[in-house]
């Protein structure tokens, strides 16, 4: 029953460093997602992917890329980390069929010094 | 673009008492889907409940069920019998219809459920 795993859980950068947080599923979903949640916020779409070797931007895409070469795995690298990058990163994967609801990882605190 | 909005930031309940958390949302599509999750202070993100734009009757699950006016464009959550474990942050969020779309989400509501 793991679902979605996210690693690490907690992680800290110094500015100007590069890092990938892990994502991996065991349901078989084709769809997967990176969100990020600042303080006292809701979650904000980084990037997503309906199949492998398939991904498209979402809301908040600046500062990250994302790969998938396979159907359980879902990385999204940061390239030269900034403090606004500060925050909980979760990924989440889903059915195709869009009244399936989303199934998320645990999240990726993450913090920029 | 869609958008949701939950204008009650904070909200506080006796326990065993009922409450309900409010959520708007501005689409022009006519079919879709919405969802609450609960968010306790373990991060986890946890389903609620969900409703089909399509389906009239409100969705319930045990202690929890909707209010949703299509018309209106809201899709309030109503908490039954309140316990000290329904104390977490809830969002609510709106998916299209399209295979594929993503979620959005609201601010939240975070939900404090006082003895």
């Known amino acids: 029953n793991a679902g979605v795993t996210q690693t690490p859980k907690f992680r800290i950068l110094k500015i100007g460093q590069s890092m990938t947080l892990q994502c991996t599923q065991d349901?078989?979903?084709?769809?997967m997602y990176w969100y990020r949640q600042d303080p006292g916020m809701g979650l904000k779409l980084i990037y997503y992917s309906v199949g492998a070797g398939i991904t498209d931007k979402g809301e908040v895409p600046n500062g990250y890329n994302v790969s998938r070469s396979t159907t359980e795995d879902f990385p999204l690298r940061l390239e030269l980390a900034a403090p606004s990058q500060t925050s909980v990163y979760f990924c989440a994967s889903s059915q195709t069929v869009p009244n399936q609801p989303q199934h998320f990882g645990d999240g990726t605190r993450l913090s920029i010094l | 673009a869609q958008t949701v909005t939950q204008s009650q930031p904070e909200m506080s309940v006796q326990e065993a008492e009922t409450v309900t958390l409010s959520c708007t949302y501005d689409?022009?599509?006519?079919?879709?889907?919405l969802f609450w999750y609960k968010q306790p202070p373990s991060r986890q993100m946890i389903l609620v409940i969900r409703?089909?734009?399509?389906?009239?009757q409100n969705a319930t699950e045990n202690r929890f069920s909707v209010n949703f006016q299509k018309a209106a464009k809201s899709f309030s959550l109503k908490i039954s019998d309140s316990q000290l474990g329904d104390t977490a942050m809830y969002f609510c969020?709106?998916?299209?219809?399209?295979?594929?779309?993503?979620?959005?989400f609201g601010e939240g509501t975070q939900l404090t459920v006082n003895p």
């Open positions: 689409t022009s599509e006519n079919n879709y889907y």
């Open positions: 349901m078989n979903h084709n769809y």
């Open positions: 409703q089909e734009a399509y389906k009239q």
């Open positions: 969020a709106f998916r299209r219809e399209t295979s594929g779309s993503r979620l959005t």
